[in-house]
């Protein structure tokens, strides 16, 4: 593929999937210098990760575009270990606070 080609094939993934330009993909991805922003690592592959409340599907609105994750983070820490996607936000949050107490020490 050409890096033209390369372009437009993501211009239109964007599209499609989280109705987002690549000029705004640019923006979340230059909020923390192009880290993950739960963990700050430097991903290889970027995701795009969005409110499952909103969309329960792969696709986004585009409204409920949430930020830019590393796949762990998005897939392990909020998919598996929250289980947000399953059980909802309030339950991923409660995850959360309770490992923040946890290591402090507090339960
Ligand atoms: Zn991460
Ligand atoms: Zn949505």
Redesign the pocket.
């Known amino acids: 593929m050409t890096s033209e080609e390369q372009r437009r094939t993501q211009r239109n993934n964007l599209q499609f999937r989280y109705n987002m330009t690549p000029e705004q993909f640019k923006v979340l991805c230059d909020k923390y210098q192009g880290r993950c922003w739960i963990c700050l690592r430097r991903p290889k592959l970027k995701q795009v990760d ?2 499952h409340a ?2 329960p599907d792969r696709r ?2 585009g ?2 575009v949430r930020g830019i994750l590393c796949t762990t983070c998005n897939n392990k820490l909020l998919g598996q270990v929250c289980q947000e996607t399953k059980r909802g936000k309030a339950h991923a949050i409660m995850v959360l606070e309770r490992g923040i107490r946890y290591l402090n020490g507090e339960l």
């Open positions: 969005h409110d909103c969309c986004s609105c409204k409920c």
